[in-house]
């Protein structure tokens, strides 16, 4: 029996001094477990999501060296491991020296090549240029270099021939993407396959995604089932960012027998080394000790562990949050409070004349069942003190004399700036932290937060939950404290700002949005592959058959009663998500992306001003004639 031993490390983008010495030590550790080879994820040196840092020469250098040190560690123990290959001699399609998003293997203090090859690396075939991934701006594929050495694709890529006892194993080594081909017209598993490999191992650096995994399962087993070649996928763990999206990377090292079934997977999250048994004469691949699957829902562990790694990232070790007595603040505060102790969180309430009692006795409550400070500081005063001074101003335009009073809706703004961008920045200078910003994505989406103040913050941990999800996020929290710490009174009241009269909770009255059928037709705008719009969203309307596209659990029929209000409701939202809230999100905090689909750097947006299509203005037209 041959023992593979993983490691999902914790990878520091960018410190590659640090990857380096976590590196050494898990190669410590092989050796001394016994292990004939040592499999580490994509990148482990680097990180992934490091942006234009691959464009500093002393950055490669260094990451070569590194490189080198570890191939000579190589004693007694074969290393597989991820990291960047650079070529000196050649130069990438933008000028700059070519990479490759590579995978190594080494042993007795030297780098192996794949059979055949002159290069002591294999390269990643295909490169994902969607979503976060940005491969092709900074590397060259496998396909130009089998090219330049005069090669097929299907010639070049060649298993590592690795030693251990009893002799080699043959490895197919691919590099993440490599497996995830069904899109892809080239197909580097079967292309490997073509060789006889003994295993296949998949180096990754995966980011959380809600449903990815799932998805990984399937496609891997489909496909090795196919092949009949077993696989052992290693992953790595930490927070990697590429400057507005926080992208958690959960481990989940995995092992898939040669019919590709889930022998074994890692556990999220966690510092990982997992040990594997290989028979080479019969493919037989499996855990030495069992490793059941991992069940339920990641979305809390990955929500809890991006924001420790955040907050231990920027140093910051206490944080001021922002109470209203709603679910999005008190959301965010068991959240904080699950990974801070109770005396490092600052809880806030800022009412003004318009916070019911209702509301302010439930913030309070929250802050008791947390255990944390809690301090009120009223606000109205401010507000009504900046409002006479602008009431006090006039000034001499073109269209004569104009004064500067502000209208209500303005001093609903007021509100929020003065909460957050006064106090709750004060505050945090004060604590010694940070302060939070509690939007979710339905408000994202729509703007329905105001610029410099609900939407200021360090960290929007909860802005890529749509409203339910942060409900289901709050029912989660209480489950893992144990305990009830959001109240059952946050879950039943109505939403609301409380920004005026028209908001007031008691009265029943709350955000203009009906969430279980607004959360839906905005992901609909957001996260499918093929983005909707209104033209998608009429015709299905249309049809009868925009809850079964959309996913609401309500009938629509039943919210609108015509087409014409329909119509209202859609392009009023639909002006707001493509037009002035895009301005909001570009200025908005980082985020915990969670989703299919995050705002920031995976859904890119342009300022631009709202369209409708000509498909769309005709079927309004028809839908809203008389003779209907």
């Not at 020469?57 to 004693?75: K, Q, S, Y």
């Not at 296949?200 to 399962?217: C, E, M, V």
């Not at 009174?489 to 009269?501: K, M, V, W």
């Not at 592959?529 to 039943?558: C, F, H, M, S």
Request: some cysteine; charged content about 25%.
């Amino acid at each position: 029996m041959i023992r593979i031993i993983t490691a999902q490390l914790d990878i520091r983008p960018g410190d590659i001094r640090a990857n380096r010495e976590q590196i050494e030590e898990e190669i410590r550790r092989a050796k001394a477990a016994g292990a004939d080879i040592l499999v580490l994820p994509e990148m482990c040196l680097t990180g992934y999501l490091i942006g234009d840092l691959w464009d500093q020469t002393a950055f490669l250098r260094e990451c070569e060296a590194a490189n080198a040190r570890i191939a000579a560690a190589a004693r007694g123990l074969t290393i597989v491991w991820g990291s960047c290959a650079v070529d000196w001699d050649r130069i990438q399609d933008d000028g700059r020296v070519r990479k490759y998003n590579a995978a190594f293997a080494a042993a007795d203090g030297g780098f192996l090549s794949p059979r055949g090859s002159r290069r002591p690396y294999a390269v990643k075939t295909l490169l994902p240029n969607y979503r976060q991934f940005d491969d092709r701006r900074y590397f060259t594929p496998a396909a130009v270099a089998a090219a330049e050495d005069g090669l097929s694709l299907s010639a070049f890529l060649q298993p590592f021939d690795l030693p251990a006892k009893d002799g080699p194993v043959a490895a197919g080594v691919l590099l993440c993407e490599d497996s995830w081909d069904e899109n892809y017209a080239t197909h580097p598993m079967d292309l490997l396959a073509a060789h006889g490999p003994d295993l296949f191992f998949n180096l990754s650096a995966s980011p959380f995604t809600l449903g990815k995994n799932d998805k990984r399962h399937r496609m891997l087993t489909a496909a090795l089932s196919r092949l009949h070649v077993p696989m052992l996928y290693v992953n790595c763990r930490g927070l990697q960012n590429n400057g507005k999206d926080c992208y958690t990377f959960d481990g989940m090292t995995a092992a898939y027998d040669a019919d590709g079934r889930l022998a074994g997977e890692a556990a999220p999250y966690e510092e990982a080394r997992s040990s594997f048994l290989f028979d080479r004469a019969s493919r037989t691949l499996a855990p030495e000790t069992p490793m059941p699957p991992r069940t339920g829902s990641l979305l809390l562990p990955a929500l809890r562990y991006g924001v420790s790694r955040f907050l231990a990232d920027i140093g910051a070790s206490r944080a001021v949050i922002g109470v209203s007595g709603g679910i999005d603040s008190a959301v965010n505060a068991a959240l904080y409070r699950s990974v801070l102790p109770a005396d490092r969180l600052l809880l806030v309430n800022t009412p003004t004349r318009f916070n019911s009692e209702t509301t302010k006795g439930l913030a309070a409550d929250l802050a008791a069942r947390l255990g944390a400070p809690y301090v009120t500081i009223p606000i109205g005063d401010f507000v009504d003190r900046t409002a006479d001074t602008l009431a006090s101003l006039t000034i001499r335009t073109a269209d004569g004399e104009k004064n500067l009073a502000p209208s209500s809706f303005m001093r609903e703004n007021m509100q929020a700036r003065d909460r957050s961008a006064r106090i709750l920045a004060a505050l945090a200078a004060s604590f010694g932290g940070v302060f939070t910003c509690n939007a979710n994505k339905t408000e994202f989406t729509i703007g329905y937060a105001t610029l410099y103040g609900d939407m200021a913050g360090a960290l929007a941990a909860t802005a890529d939950l749509w409203k339910h999800q942060v409900y289901q996020t709050g029912r989660a929290l209480n489950e893992w404290f144990g305990e009830a710490v959001i109240p059952e009174g946050t879950f039943a009241i109505r939403p609301s700002a409380e920004l005026s009269d028209a908001q007031a909770v008691d009265k029943g009255l709350g955000d203009p949005l009906v969430y279980d059928y607004h959360d839906y037709l905005f992901r609909a705008f957001v996260e499918p592959w093929e983005r909707k719009t209104p033209e998608d969203i009429l015709r299905w309307y249309a049809d009868g058959t925009l809850e079964q596209n959309i996913g609401t659990p309500l009938a629509v029929r039943d919210l609108f009663p015509d087409a014409a209000s329909f119509i209202a409701d859609l392009e009023k939202w639909w002006k707001l998500f493509a037009g002035f809230a895009v301005a909001k999100r570009i200025q908005s905090p980082p985020l915990i992306a969670v989703s299919r689909r995050p705002y920031g750097y995976d859904l890119r947006e342009s300022q631009l001003a709202p369209y409708f299509t000509d498909a769309y203005l005709a079927l309004k037209e028809k839908l809203l004639s008389p003779a209907r």
